[in-house]
């Protein structure tokens, strides 16, 4: 069922009427994203521009930007279905018996099948430019009025840990600089800056080989935003999401592996210790991330498929695309946390978040300041290190009702006693913290209050009306006339 590339996956839309082609010229820089943003927030579909102004290729926004794209692209009828198979595979971990352990080998045998393979030729390579090509023949956008130039948005950035070899995929937007040098926009606790400090340790060659690949079958885009821990390949995951190993091809000009049937690939290098000014970049907290210094690609190589298509994204006031892509990953992610955390029965990132910014967490308490316990967890796990408040509910709010998530803490804080204040590194992209990458974070304990944690009062329960009276107005409701629903 995987799809064999982008354009496979564009047939699939198009045949489900989750794609819109558009004739006319549209100019990358402002415009396109005017375009997209109406459409994404008017749940519309995914868009393919055939002519960009000033490129012969065309160019795709708004992929994966609504629940439906995102459940085609996975394969699947809903998250839950690729939550539940997530699950499956990390539960056999632990087999108890002999028959456990039996029963274990075929799932781990198709794990196995997930591994990327190496191949000796790939639609990416079709056209081959080492010489006179120029990032300007591709249709890449200008976002947002401030922005400092044009940046790709949706590149899959792949480098070896310079110690280990270890791959890693990230997906960090890179502006144009010219023709052939980019920004690279390594956040600093993300893996692909770690393996820059870490060619920087180097007494010589402080160089980095970057490959950049743009556009693939859908789950293999996805792999550069997954936040699989640093030393799991990200490949591996893709391929286990789409149930296909990710084909990959050697690179012309670096010793990088690219997906073999990605649109556009662009090879090159990093020299340590080179930084240059990067940004403005209207960025996903729908505020513009300013200038800051970061490392430059310098481009050896570019490659496509014959008339490739450029795949695109952009981010801005919520909601956009990426709000649909990291809410599949919430998802996709959560049965790995609770098998962490056992008590955590669901979380919730709402759009306004800008995800860095909020976590809800419901939790089943079962021993006293449980619920700071967990906070510490989400602090301590990954990429969610980053996320300024965490809120932990009980089980019984329904997190993904942020009115509930609202009326149901407040009620259940006293905020001097409930408040925890933490100090720790912090997104990049947070303007109001006191220093870049450091500042503070607030844990909300909204669960119910317990006498041994030190509540002497008696918590009270919540107002429901009881069956038996809800029963005999049902029975009433029509002859009361009031028309309107019979049961809320
Ligand atoms: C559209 C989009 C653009 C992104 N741009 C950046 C970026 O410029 N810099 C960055 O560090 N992370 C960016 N991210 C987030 C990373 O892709 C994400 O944190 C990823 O898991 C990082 O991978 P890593 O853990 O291997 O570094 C972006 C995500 C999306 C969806
Ligand atoms: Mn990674």
Known sequence: MAYRNLRDFLAKLQ???????????????????????????????????????????????????????????????????????VHS???????????????????????????????????????????????????????????????????????????????????????????????????????????????GERKAERKLEVAVAIGSDPCTCLSGILPVPPDMDEFLFSGFLSGKPVE?????????????????????????????????????????????????????????????????????????EDYFIGHAIERIFLPVMKMQYPEIVDIAMPAEGVFQNLMIVAIKKTYPGQARKVMNAIWSLGQAMLTKVVVVVDHDVDV???????????????????IQFVLGPVDTLDHAARLQDFGSKMGIDATRKWREEGYSGRWPDEIKMDDSTKKRVDAMWSQLKIGQSKNK
């Not at 010489?131 to 940046?151: A, H, M, T, V």
């Not at 240059?276 to 496509?304: A, K």
């Not at 993904?400 to 006693?417: F, G, M, T």
Request: with cysteine.
């Open 15 to 85: 045949k489900e009427g989750e794609l819109k082609r558009i004739t006319a010229e549209v100019d990358p820089v402002l415009e396109v994203t005017e375009i997209t943003d109406r459409v994404v927030k008017g749940g519309g579909p995914a868009l393919l521009f055939e002519r960009p102004k000033g490129s012969g290729f065309p160019l795709v926004t708004n992929l994966l930007g609504s629940e439906r794209r995102i459940n085609l692209a996975l394969g699947a009828d809903s998250l839950e279905e690729v939550a539940s198979r």
């Open 89 to 199: 595979f990390i539960d056999v971990q632990s087999p108890r018996g002999l028959l456990d352990k039996v029963k274990m080998l075929p799932k781990l045998a198709e794990l196995g099948s997930f591994f990327p393979k190496t191949v000796r030729h790939g639609e990416c390579q079709e056209i081959v430019k080492t010489e006179g090509y120029s990032l300007n023949s591709l249709p890449i956008l200008k976002c947002w009025p401030q922005d400092g130039g044009r940046f790709i948005t949706w590149p899959m950035v792949i480098t070896k840990n310079p110690m280990t070899g270890k791959r890693n995929v990230g997906c960090y937007r890179m502006q144009v600089f010219d023709e052939r040098t980019t920004g690279m926009h390594w956040q600093t606790q993300k893996n692909g800056a770690e393996h820059y400090r870490s060619v």
């Open 248 to 320: 990959l091809v050697q690179c012309k000009t670096v010793d990088l592996e690219v997906p073999a049937n990605a649109e556009i690939v662009l090879e090159g290098y990093v020299e340590h210790g080179e930084l240059r000014t990067e940004g403005p970049f209207g960025d996903h907290t729908g505020f513009y991330s300013l200038e800051g210094q970061y490392p430059v690609l310098h481009l050896t190589c570019m490659t496509h498929r014959e008339n490739p298509v450029y795949l695109t994204t952009f981010v801005g006031r919520p909601l956009q």
């Open 400 to 418: 993904q009702n942020s009115r509930e998530v609202l009326w149901k803490s407040l009620c259940a804080i006293d905020p001097e006693r409930d």
